[in-house]
């Protein structure tokens, strides 16, 4: 009889994932397990939206899992454990989906190594995106460091064996029969409710709903509803795509189709949004490829860049402080929600790297602790992006103007009320640009300076100061390089 495991990591769902498939396919009993990494876990703070939304994942798959009869090995221990687990039972492989990051990199080459001396095979899968590490390259074979290029060779190349569906439904008689166990609390792995517990993204399934509403609705309008966040214009799959609770390979087939028989706006929409997809795969061959972006630069002549590193600067920031109405409302949707609006990530990096000429990595780990979505390689990305250091980054000199972006985006000021209600009252007019209006809004009982901050910078001298801090920095390093 041939025994395996199934190590869920990503990949929290049964259905159409590709490792599991293979593993059930090629034996004749799995024994499904899970680690809570307490490599990661230590680290964290007691209140973590993403460990108690993980948690939530968990619940869910067992009681599928239950619903066939069997359970899932829940763990709290070292990534090792599964190595214990495997000689314990005496299976034959283990099996997974592949993780692109470095740290699971190394995780997952110790964990071959060791598996290798009991001649237990570690087998892993693509599953997270659809194309991985170096499958495209361009015509020097070298991977792709700007996206339309890599956009088009992506398109290209894409085949349908490049989504197809995994059905393990009909294998999963073949997951080891056990009698279930009581999932650990939250509490007792240490960490304390956050309040997503009653939210809809915790539900079995809410995914598949996500996506349905999309395809059947935002699809249509996605195009141009996506800049407005005021708008509930995305799809918000972003924190299912981060954990695998919905198969990317099966919203890229279902947009195609729809792409394929919809007219118009609907198959404008959808191929916007694939492109969304494929800025995803961009930025995980990235990080596969370039790994040193982890720790710095991806343009080498940034790393010794002069950022500053003002702490109450970068606390206002963090807490919305700025004076900056359409900055600090993202700030705060950030700070209670776990997620910001694409476009406001975009402002709020922009803000910090170019306005208030903070480090990108002290904004990129504070998005880190915070999005319910964080996933390395893209917000890695987004930051190099946003602060011109990265692959195909905006040039330095574009700088977003809250102002104008404000005016442009929030036009009603809807989104800037909802999350700063003390403008609740106030004509959108005003909360552009608070501080030309201050005598008006002292009419709806607010004073700048004690009721709504001041701004904490002035745009445009801090703009230009920015502008001859790069033009300098990029002066001196090419006089460097050349001498
Ligand atoms: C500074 C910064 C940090 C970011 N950090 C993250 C992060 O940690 N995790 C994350 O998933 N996305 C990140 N993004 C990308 C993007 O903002 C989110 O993916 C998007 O807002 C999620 O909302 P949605 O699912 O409704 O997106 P939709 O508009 O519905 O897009 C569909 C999917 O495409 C992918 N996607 C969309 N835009 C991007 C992008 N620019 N780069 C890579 N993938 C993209 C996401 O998986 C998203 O779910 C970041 C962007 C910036 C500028």
């Known amino acids: 009889m041939k025994k395996a495991i199934f ?18 396919h090629d034996n004749d009993l ?56 495997a000689k314990m039972h005496q299976v034959t492989a283990v099996y997974c989906n592949e993780d692109y990051e470095p740290d699971a990199i190394q ?4 964990v071959q190594q060791e598996l290798r001396r009991d001649n237990i095979e570690f087998k892993s899968y693509k599953d997270t995106v659809i194309f991985a590490k170096r499958e495209i390259l361009n015509q020097q074979g070298e991977p792709y460091h700007v996206f339309t290029p890599y956009k088009n060779a992506w398109r290209a190349k894409l085949h349908s064996s490049n989504f197809q569906h995994y059905p393990t ?11 279930n166990t009581e999932l650990t609390s939250l509490e007792s792995l240490g960490f304390e409710k956050t309040g997503i517990a009653d939210k809809p993204i915790v539900r079995d399934h809410h995914a598949h709903k996500l996506f349905a509403d999309f395809k059947a609705d935002k699809a249509q309008q996605y195009k141009e509803n996506r800049e407005f966040p005021s708008i509930s214009g995305t799809s918000f799959l972003s924190t ?3 954990f695998g609770t919905i198969s990317i390979r099966k919203v890229v087939r279902e947009i195609l189709e729809l792409s394929d028989v919809a ?21 995980f061959q990235i990080l596969f490829n370039d790994p040193h972006v982890v720790h710095s630069s991806f343009k080498p002549q940034y790393q010794n860049f002069p950022w500053l590193h003002d702490e109450i600067l970068f606390k206002a920031w963090c807490e919305g402080r700025t004076g900056y109405p359409l900055v600090d409302a993202a700030m705060i949707q950030l700070n209670t929600l776990g997620y910001i609006h694409n476009r406001l990530r975009m402002l709020t990096a922009s803000f910090l790297t170019k306005i208030m000429l903070i ?40 700088i977003f103007n809250p102002m ?33 209006y201050q005598k008006e809004l002292q009419a709806y009982g607010i004073t700048l300076g004690k009721d709504y901050p001041l701004p904490i910078v002035d745009y445009a001298e801090a703009r230009r100061a920015t502008l001859v801090c790069f033009d300098d920095f990029l002066k001196n390093t090419s006089k460097i390089q050349l001498d």
């Open 7 to 24: 190590w869920f990591r990503r990949d929290l769902r049964l259905e159409d994932n590709c490792a599991f498939y293979h593993c059930l």
């Open 30 to 85: 799995v024994i499904p397990i899970f680690i809570f990494d307490q490599n990661i876990l230590e680290k964290l703070p007691p209140k973590d939206k993403r460990v108690e939304f993980i948690w939530h994942c968990i619940q869910n798959l067992k009681a599928e899992l239950n619903k066939v009869g069997s359970d899932l090995i829940v763990a709290y221990d070292r990534p090792s454990k599964v190595i214990e687990l």
């Open 107 to 110: 995780r997952d080459q110790f």
């Open 169 to 179: 439904e009909d294998l999963l008689e073949k997951l080891v029969k056990v009698q």
């Open 240 to 242: 299912h795509f981060r």
């Open 263 to 283: 007219m118009g706006r609907f198959r404008e929409g959808s191929d916007t949004w694939l492109n969304e997809i494929i800025w995803r795969d961009f930025y």
């Open 359 to 398: 480090d990108y990595k002290m904004g990129e780990q504070y998005f880190a602790e915070k999005l319910l979505d964080f996933d390395l390689a893209a917000n890695n990305g987004g930051w190099q992006w946003s602060a011109s250091t990265g692959c195909d980054a905006q040039p330095y000199f574009r």
């Open 404 to 436: 104008t972006q404000s005016k442009k985006f929030d036009a009603d000021g809807l989104f800037i009320k909802k999350y700063l209600p003390i403008f609740k009252d106030v004509p959108a007019k005003l909360l552009h640009e608070p501080w030309k």
